[in-house]
T-cell receptor
Framework: GAGVSQSPSNKVTEKGKDVELRCDPISGHTALYWYRQRLGQGLEFLIYFQGNSAPDKSGLPSDRFSAERTGESVSTLTIQRTQQEDSAVYLC??????????????FGPGTRLTVL | AQSVTQLGSHVSVSEGALVLLRCNYSSSVPPYLFWYVQYPNQGLQLLLKYTSAATLVKGINGFEAEFKKSETSFHLTKPSAHMSDAAEYFCAVSPSGSARQLTFGSGTQLTVLP
């Protein structure tokens, strides 16, 4: 079956513009996660969804960042009034469910965002 | 709270030599530990995970890792490097009982020399 897909693969935008990043999880996966990977750094957790609910938004860097999910499918991560420090690869992952057994998270290829 | 430290941002080994990528963690609760690999222009792929069963965990592509609580380590090894192992490797930790959030190390770029 298809893996996690993300679009666009690359996005170049000007400072101050809004951007929307999309993630299509693996079909049937109820949990969805967003991470950010800055150049030369590890992954930084942003937010997760269980179904369309996001109980923990503490990882979002600022109020310019928001995310939503439609049911147990597509999620969008929106960054308003982009800043140069937002430049990074944004990774999405999904897992079968939130569980006590550390369900494997499957990652998409990421969206490389460059803010000029 | 948890954190992960990967010693060595770049490691080079010769083809056929032992691969050793180091990972140390800190966690306030018993952890789950993971190693992911990222090939160029590809997404992260799970190599192996430790979830409090056997301390020696075998993963894909001949990799394995040993959980050592006394050393708070989860180093990744492979007896004989192959050219195709060249990639970036990430160690990650999550608190046991939760799959919600992975905390990642900064990654180790493995180069395999012919």
């Amino acid at each position: 079956g298809a893996g996690v897909s993300q679009s666009p693969s690359n996005k170049v935008t000007e400072k101050g513009k809004d951007v929307e990043l999309r993630c299509d999880p693996i079909s049937g996966h109820t949990a969805l996660y967003w991470y950010r990977q800055r150049l030369g750094q590890g992954l930084e957790f942003l937010i997760y969804f269980q179904g369309n609910s996001a109980p923990d938004k503490s990882g979002l860097p600022s109020d310019r960042f928001s995310a939503e999910r439609t049911g147990e499918s597509v999620s969008t991560l929106t960054i308003q009034r982009t800043q140069q420090e937002d430049s990074a690869v944004y990774l999405c992952a999904s897992s079968l469910k939130l569980s006590l057994n550390a369900d494997t998270q499957y990652f998409g290829p990421g969206t490389r965002l460059t803010v000029l | 709270a948890q954190s992960v430290t990967q010693l060595g941002s770049h490691v080079s080994v010769s083809e056929g030599a032992l691969v050793l990528l180091r990972c140390n963690y800190s966690s306030s609760v018993p952890p789950y530990l993971f190693w992911y690999v990222q090939y160029p222009n590809q997404g992260l792929q799970l190599l192996l995970k430790y979830t409090s069963a056997a301390t020696l965990v075998k993963g894909i592509n001949g990799f394995e890792a040993e959980f050592k609580k006394s050393e708070t380590s989860f180093h990744l090894t492979k007896p004989s490097a192959h050219m195709s192992d060249a990639a970036e490797y990430f160690c990650a930790v999550s608190p046991s009982g939760s799959a919600r959030q992975l905390t990642f190390g900064s990654g180790t770029q493995l180069t395999v020399l012919p």
